[in-house]
């Protein structure tokens, strides 16, 4: 049995546990029983429809319906910036941090962070990424840097989730080498600025 299958399988058995509550001659007190056998579960995690229907969380597509839908080509570009401090942001152009090249660091913190999105947000799927591209801009009047990252898969679902997880670890990791002489950093305007592919057709942020 598979890790995935063998997780799926281990949640539907602790959402079925927790969410039997204990007999009770009163349906109020029934009810209020099921509550907090909810309660529990959401403390414990996410667990998945099917187990007693609790409905708290669910993977939308099960594996074997994913299997059957259209093969597209994906393609997603996102935009995030970080600003900072003028002595800062000279210190990442000239690479005369501290930790070392700040925006090399990044650069692969963003790539891996995009290969390890579903083992980050719980019920996105494992993809099959073809390509992370990320680019670094100076904005020196606004004393920031921007990062879009580019993220492409081919199967049947998009990699919006990827990009964006690409690009704010990819500003994290730049926060993380320059707190030191910078604490006032602050990330912001995450957006996605282009999509391709897929059934919904293409988009572009006007």
Same mark, same amino acid.
């Given at each position: 049995?598979?890790?995935?299958?063998?997780?799926?399988?281990?949640?539907?058995?602790?959402?079925?546990?927790?969410?039997?509550?204990?007999?009770?001659?009163?349906?109020?007190?029934?009810?209020?029983?099921?509550?907090?056998?909810?309660?529990?579960?959401?403390?414990?995690?996410?667990?998945?429809?099917? #187990?007693?229907?609790?409905?708290?969380?669910?993977?939308?597509?099960?594996?074997?319906?994913?299997?059957?839908?259209?093969?597209?080509?994906?393609?997603?570009?996102?935009?995030?910036?970080?600003?900072?401090?003028? #002595?800062?942001?000279?210190?990442?152009?000239?690479?005369?941090?501290?930790?070392?090249?700040?925006?090399?660091?990044?650069?692969?913190?963003?790539?891996?962070?995009?290969?390890?999105?579903?083992?980050?947000?719980?019920?996105?799927?494992?993809?099959?990424?073809?390509?992370?591209?990320?680019?670094?801009?100076?904005?020196?009047?606004?004393?920031?840097?921007?990062?879009?990252?580019?993220?492409?898969?081919?199967?049947?679902?998009?990699?919006?989730?990827?990009?964006?997880?690409?690009?704010?670890?990819?500003?994290?990791?730049?926060?993380?080498?320059?707190?030191?002489?910078?604490?006032?950093?602050?990330?912001?305007?995450?957006?996605?600025?282009?999509?391709?592919?897929?059934?919904?057709?293409?988009?572009?942020?006007?």
């Amino acid at each position: 049995m598979g890790r995935t299958k063998l997780t799926l399988l281990l949640w539907c058995v602790l959402a079925s546990v927790l969410c039997a509550p204990a007999p009770a001659a009163d349906p109020a007190e029934s009810l209020a029983e099921e509550m907090k056998a909810l309660d529990k579960v959401a403390w414990y995690g996410v667990y998945f429809q099917g #187990a007693r229907k609790c409905g708290y969380a669910k993977i939308v597509v099960d594996s074997d319906t994913l299997d059957e839908r259209p093969v597209y080509k994906f393609q997603m570009l996102m935009d995030v910036r970080i600003r900072m401090g003028a #002595a800062t942001l000279r210190r990442v152009v000239e690479g005369s941090a501290k930790k070392g090249d700040v925006l090399g660091v990044a650069r692969i913190a963003a790539i891996q962070a995009a290969k390890k999105t579903s083992e980050l947000i719980p019920l996105c799927h494992p993809l099959a990424i073809t390509r992370v591209a990320v680019d670094f801009s100076i904005d020196e009047v606004a004393t920031a840097i921007e990062c879009r990252a580019t993220v492409e898969t081919r199967g049947p679902t998009g990699v919006e989730m990827e990009a964006l997880t690409a690009v704010q670890i990819g500003l994290l990791t730049i926060y993380d080498m320059c707190k030191a002489v910078d604490r006032g950093m602050v990330i912001e305007s995450v957006r996605l600025l282009q999509k391709r592919g897929g059934n919904s057709g293409d988009w572009v942020a006007a």
